[in-house]
């Protein structure tokens, strides 16, 4: 297989995003624009990746830090063949160049694929028809080979009306390239210089230009402004509902679904509208996600019912559950198998076992709790004392009456009664009633309830 080499343009200012973050982290589906081009040269297995970025530099090195890329910077952005100027000296000359652009996040692997496989000895273009071309680079063809590619601004009238326009993709073998580099001058109407040129110099040298045609505009469609960022969101979310609708979920509606990350789906999942998937979410058989949930990073065994506006967040969930509605899971929570959590319930670092009932109004943080455990309305465990945070244990069939404050560290033996309202702040024992109320219950024969004051 051929060597390849691919470089990122990426030292755009991105003006029209009136941001004070540089334009290629700006996210699609979750992830920086610049993430998705990266992640499609990975798929194209290169020898080396090479980044050409300009404003905001640093920052967007620190955000891919973790990646093998080789950084080129490009101080002063003096056009696309300046761009490619500076990570020429980076190229290995035995390779093919891939050129990419940094804004382009829908960017497809496939037909990157072919435009290197057919650059081997030829300059390839990914090219696509735009009925309205104004600003692009336009194609010049003599038949089936390219001529040259005019920038709209150097354009004639004649040459403003081809249709057929540059992306701004294009694949070459790298002797050429470095070559040509070294040729382009700045003598246009815009001053710079511009990788474009490049198709006049292979024509020059006799090698042959061609254009693939992409019909999936969207896949080269760039980045510049706000509009352009919110519109391709869609583009990507309507994709990924289509591909969940393929496999077989259930979308109440297609529009209505945001997978920002992974989501993976059994049989038979339902899904209704207004949820968000974050990060790497796993879906069982089964399982049925109710409107308005915004669920990251979990994993949902078979069976399992989220009912609406409930919030999962770093948590494992087994089978056949029923959560919510309004229940929230915060990081480090795992629930067994047939439990219920109910709505205005928070759980942290909990650990829930079978068919344990936590219906309603609760905080449960850095807690153990066993099987068929019934905690009422309004348990609180006081897991934090203001400095360190400590752990409550309850244990099987343990029942905590309604309002009942546990202090951490604590530990609710086996089959256990709290009484309703109490304060615990020592271990209680298994299978007895443990009750801790601040005074008892007294009555007040005769009481009246006070009367509204009569003014005249
Ligand atoms: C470029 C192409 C044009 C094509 C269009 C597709 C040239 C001269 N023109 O035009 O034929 O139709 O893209 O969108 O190549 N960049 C740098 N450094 C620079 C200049 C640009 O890194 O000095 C990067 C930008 O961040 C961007 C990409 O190169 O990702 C394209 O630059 P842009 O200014 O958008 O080029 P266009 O004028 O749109
Ligand atoms: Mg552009």
Same mark, same amino acid.
């Given at each position: 297989?051929?060597?390849?080499?691919?470089?990122?343009?990426?030292?755009?200012?991105?003006?029209?995003?009136?941001?004070?973050?540089?334009?290629?982290?700006?996210?699609?589906?979750?992830?920086? /624009?610049?993430?998705?081009?990266?992640?499609?040269?990975?798929?194209?297995?290169?020898?080396?990746?090479?980044?050409?970025?300009?404003?905001?530099?640093?920052?967007?090195?620190?955000?891919?830090?973790?990646?093998?890329?080789?950084?080129?910077?490009?101080?002063?952005?003096?056009?696309?063949?300046?761009?490619?100027?500076?990570?020429?000296?980076?190229?290995?000359?035995?390779?093919?160049?891939?050129?990419?652009?940094?804004?382009?996040?829908?960017?497809?692997?496939?037909?990157?694929?072919?435009?290197?496989?057919?650059?081997?000895?030829?300059?390839?273009?990914?090219?696509?028809?735009?009925?309205?071309?104004?600003?692009?680079?336009? /194609?010049?063809?003599?038949?089936?080979?390219?001529? !040259?590619?005019?920038?709209?601004?150097?354009?004639?009238?004649?040459?403003?009306?081809?249709?057929?326009?540059?992306?701004?993709?294009?694949?070459?073998?790298?002797?050429?390239?470095?070559?040509?580099?070294?040729?382009?001058?700045?003598? %246009?109407?815009?001053?710079?210089?511009?990788?474009?040129?490049?198709?006049?110099?292979?024509?020059?040298?006799?090698?042959?230009?061609?254009?693939? /045609?992409?019909?999936?505009?969207?896949?080269?469609?760039?980045?510049?402004?706000?509009?352009?960022?919110?519109?391709?969101?869609?583009?990507?979310?309507?994709?990924?509902?289509?591909?969940?609708?393929?496999?077989?979920?259930?979308?109440?509606?297609?529009?209505?679904?945001?997978?920002?990350?992974?989501?993976?789906?059994?049989?038979?999942?339902?899904?209704?509208?207004?949820?968000?998937?974050?990060? %790497?979410?796993?879906?069982?058989?089964?399982?049925?996600?109710?409107?308005?949930?915004?669920?990251?990073?979990?994993?949902?065994? !078979?069976?399992?019912?989220?009912?609406?506006?409930?919030?999962?967040?770093?948590?494992?969930?087994?089978?056949?559950?029923?959560?919510?509605?309004?229940?929230?899971?915060?990081?480090?929570?795992?629930?067994?198998?047939?439990?219920?959590?109910?709505?205005?319930?928070?759980?942290?670092?909990?650990?829930?076992?079978?068919?344990?009932?936590?219906?309603?109004?609760?905080?449960?943080?850095?807690?153990?709790?066993?099987?068929?455990?019934?905690?009422?309305?309004?348990?609180?465990?006081?897991?934090?004392?203001?400095?360190?945070?400590?752990?409550?244990?309850?244990?099987?069939?343990?029942? /905590?009456?309604?309002?009942?404050?546990?202090? !951490?560290?604590?530990?609710?033996?086996? %089959?256990?009664?709290?009484?309703?309202?109490?304060?615990?702040?020592?271990?209680?024992?298994?299978?007895?009633?443990?009750?801790?109320?601040?005074?008892?219950?007294?009555?007040?024969?005769?009481?009246?309830?006070?009367?509204?004051?009569?003014? %005249?």
């Amino acid at each position: 297989m051929v060597k390849l080499n691919i470089v990122i343009l990426a030292a755009g200012k991105g003006t029209r995003m009136h941001s004070d973050m540089p334009k290629v982290l700006h996210e699609v589906g979750g992830k920086p /624009i610049l993430a998705h081009v990266i992640d499609c040269a990975k798929s194209l297995n290169p020898a080396k990746i090479i980044v050409v970025y300009g404003f905001g530099g640093n920052v967007v090195r620190e955000k891919f830090a973790h990646e093998d890329i080789t950084w080129v910077n490009q101080a002063e952005q003096l056009g696309t063949g300046h761009a490619v100027q500076q990570a020429a000296a980076y190229l290995d000359m035995d390779s093919l160049t891939l050129i990419l652009l940094g804004d382009v996040p829908l960017i497809d692997g496939q037909a990157c694929e072919k435009l290197i496989s057919s650059s081997s000895s030829k300059l390839a273009i990914l090219s696509f028809i735009k009925s309205e071309p104004t600003g692009y680079g336009r /194609i010049v063809r003599n038949q089936s080979l390219v001529k !040259a590619i005019v920038e709209h601004k150097d354009a004639t009238q004649e040459q403003r009306a081809i249709n057929e326009v540059n992306t701004g993709i294009m694949a070459m073998p790298t002797v050429h390239l470095i070559k040509w580099l070294t040729q382009i001058q700045n003598n %246009n109407a815009q001053g710079e210089y511009y990788l474009t040129d490049i198709v006049a110099l292979a024509v020059q040298d006799g090698i042959d230009v061609v254009a693939e /045609i992409t019909t999936d505009e969207w896949s080269v469609t760039g980045i510049n402004s706000k509009v352009d960022l919110a519109q391709i969101e869609r583009e990507l979310q309507k994709r990924i509902a289509q591909n969940l609708l393929q496999n077989g979920v259930t979308l109440k509606d297609l529009a209505r679904l945001d997978v920002r990350g992974h989501l993976s789906c059994g049989r038979d999942v339902e899904i209704d509208v207004n949820c968000v998937f974050e990060g %790497n979410v796993t879906l069982g058989d089964n399982v049925k996600i109710a409107a308005n949930c915004v669920i990251r990073n979990a994993e949902i065994a !078979a069976g399992t019912q989220i009912l609406p506006f409930t919030h999962i967040d770093d948590t494992k969930i087994g089978e056949n559950n029923r959560i919510g509605p309004y229940a929230r899971l915060r990081p480090g929570t795992s629930l067994a198998a047939d439990a219920h959590i109910g709505n205005f319930v928070e759980l942290k670092n909990a650990q829930v076992d079978i068919g344990s009932k936590i219906n309603h109004l609760s905080y449960i943080g850095d807690a153990t709790i066993g099987k068929n455990v019934n905690i009422g309305a309004g348990t609180i465990t006081c897991n934090y004392d203001g400095a360190n945070k400590f752990r409550t244990i309850i244990e099987d069939s343990a029942f /905590i009456g309604s309002d009942t404050q546990l202090v !951490a560290p604590v530990t609710i033996g086996k %089959n256990a009664t709290i009484a309703a309202g109490s304060t615990i702040t020592k271990d209680a024992p298994a299978d007895a009633l443990t009750l801790c109320r601040a005074r008892e219950q007294k009555t007040i024969v005769g009481w009246k309830r006070p009367q509204k004051i009569r003014k %005249n």
